[in-house]
């Protein structure tokens, strides 16, 4: 079977990395470029393809081997380094001021987690044009409503927990993990192939039969294994500025391309798992993705310059996207908390004990919940769900929205909003 990548609309046609090039004089951050090896191709099933496709098809192409970068040092500007290290402060002080909002012993700051994570997989999955809204993400989380692209989108919530569980020892074996959590349940992709490395080209751009008129054919897959350990050996090292680790290790990893599908939102989240791994966040979950998000084009256009020989646009990128993400995050953070505490003033005088004091906080990572869920994940019996579900609804924290007799679903309206106006906000800012 042959792939074509799902990024093939995003790509430009224009690969001015085709041919072997040197380290450009002036790259920002110089770092070996990709070379090429020559393969030959005859298209599989080529009764399924005109002649003349059949024929372009036919013969020779060039697949990138990625440079090794193990031993790799960056060297930057002093403008450069100063960028990256006021983007690092900024990430600093976006985890410190979560924790510091709520306290490290609330038991909300593990829902606050959660949503931020979600809201991180969100937006990566929008880059690869998969869009949902908070409210069908958390819907598909509990088993309703039926959109395919947030059944897609949690599976990359799933990708993005294996990562941030996964992080204090970045493997091939973690990687691995990452991208089975998030293929196994996706729709149209073979089970078998999640969390397994591809045993078959790759290419992004033109080419249904082939990789022959390609804008990118990704390294032969018998490479794969060794370029994944050098790339593991690279995350591993303690020398070099993590915002720099994150974006060039982002980078190589989608240059290999090692998977059928998901490279893209398996790379984001090894990204996630790289700033745990270093100690730069440490209890929750920053959207960088949603920085990313605010200007795609850039963002594709330094994956290239990287394979170009330039590190520079991708560590750029990434340090403007940390900063998008620090700023909007802390505004995201202190949204949440303000509904939060209105929903404990609705709940004033009810007894400390009571089943809904708990199921609170946990609304902050899933705004929308049935007994079920409160029952599995909260550990609540069926009668102390009830009654928790009935005092919310009493006093105005949550609406049953699913008009059903049983079976019934129940939201926070004002959690949605939060997530409804940041989503917004990312999307105004992307369109400027």
Not at 34 to 39: K, R
Not at 108 to 117: H, R, V
Not at 216 to 245: C, K, M, N, T
Request: proline fraction near 5%.
């Amino acid at each position: 079977m042959i792939r074509n990548s799902s990024l093939t609309n995003t790509y430009s046609s224009k690969c001015w990395y085709r041919e072997h090039m040197p380290i450009p004089p002036e790259a920002l951050i110089p770092i070996a470029p990709i070379s090429f090896e020559t393969y030959q191709w005859k298209p599989q099933e080529p009764e399924m393809f005109s002649r003349a496709e059949v024929e372009r098809q036919t013969g020779p192409y060039q697949a990138a081997v990625t440079a090794t970068i193990a031993d790799w040092v960056p060297r930057l500007s002093s403008e450069i380094y100063t960028d990256v290290e006021d983007a690092t402060r900024q990430l600093i002080e976006f985890d410190k001021h979560a924790q510091q909002t709520l306290g490290t012993n609330n038991p909300a700051l593990g829902p606050m987690t959660a949503i931020l994570l979600r809201t991180e997989s969100a937006s990566s999955s929008q880059i690869e044009q998969l869009t949902t809204s908070a409210k069908q993400l958390a819907l598909a989380e509990i088993s309703e409503g039926d959109k395919a692209n947030a059944l897609t989108v949690v599976g990359n919530v799933h990708a993005m927990e294996a990562a941030l569980r996964l992080s204090d020892d970045i493997t091939e074996e973690a990687i691995l993990a990452m991208h089975k959590a998030l293929m196994i349940h996706q729709r149209g992709f073979d089970p078998l192939d999640a969390g397994r490395f591809r045993d078959e080209p790759v290419w992004i751009g033109r080419g249904e039969a082939g990789p022959r008129m390609a804008d990118f054919v990704a390294p032969h897959h018998s490479r794969i294994p060794e370029a994944i350990r050098d790339l593991v050996g690279f995350i591993s090292r303690e020398d070099v500025p993590v915002l720099v680790q994150v974006a060039v290790s982002h980078a190589q990893f989608e240059t290999i391309h090692p998977f059928p599908d998901g490279n893209g939102r398996t790379g984001r989240a090894l990204a996630q798992s790289v700033l745990r791994n270093k100690g730069l966040i440490s209890s929750t979950a920053v959207p960088i993705s949603a920085g990313l998000l605010v200007h795609t084009g850039r963002y594709f256009e330094a994956l290239d310059s990287f394979r170009a020989g330039d590190a520079g646009p991708i560590v750029l990128e990434f340090a403007r996207a940390s900063r998008i993400a620090a700023t909007t995050g802390a505004r995201l953070v202190d949204n949440l908390v303000a509904r939060l505490e209105e929903s404990r003033t609705k709940l004033a005088g009810l007894r400390a004990d009571a089943a809904a004091w708990k199921v609170l906080p946990a609304l902050i990572g899933q705004p929308a919940v049935n007994s079920k869920y409160l029952m599995s994940e909260l550990g609540l019996g069926e009668m102390a769900a009830q009654r928790a579900l009935d005092a919310l609804t009493d006093r105005g924290v949550l609406v049953e929205a699913s008009g059903r007799g049983r079976n019934r679903v129940w939201q926070h309206q004002g959690v949605f909003e939060v997530l409804d106006g940041y989503a917004a906000e990312i999307r105004r800012m992307s369109s400027r």
